[in-house]
């Protein structure tokens, strides 16, 4: 079974940095095969996707895609040796309050959730 296991979140100030971390396991066939995404969700708000990264097996080399409110200001990395997918977070505004999740990107079916990590922008 697949598990999610989200860390690195926290209370930051206006326009500060952060970088949250999911250890996945579990994997049928090797992590590299996956595309994966990170996610948010705000209190009230649906769970959206923000960040995602494709696969890359081998010497190819994965390619990010970002949701609008956040490119340029979030980078999205894999890890295939750790088995991790990270995104780092800079220019931090309120609006990016949330509990963020990893998994597989939607378009290949998600898995069951993990607990996210809180991440909490003060103004």
């Known amino acids: 079974q697949v598990q999610f296991v989200e860390s690195g979140g926290a209370l930051v100030q206006l326009g500060g940095s952060l970088t949250v971390t999911c250890l996945v396991s579990g994997f049928t066939y090797g992590f590299g095969n996956y595309a994966m995404a990170w996610y948010r969700q705000a209190p009230g708000k649906e769970r959206e996707l923000v960040a995602g990264?494709?696969?890359?097996?081998?010497?190819?080399?994965?390619?990010?895609s970002y949701e609008d409110s956040v490119k340029g200001r979030f980078t999205i990395s894999r890890d295939n040796k750790k088995n991790t997918v990270s995104l780092q977070m800079n220019d931090l505004k309120p609006e990016d309050t949330a509990v963020y999740y990893c998994?597989?990107?939607?378009?290949?079916?998600?898995?069951?959730w993990g607990q996210g990590t809180q991440v909490t922008v003060s103004s």
């Open positions: 990264i494709s696969s890359a097996v081998g010497s190819s080399v994965a390619v990010p």
């Open positions: 998994n597989r990107h939607r378009d290949y079916g998600l898995w069951p």
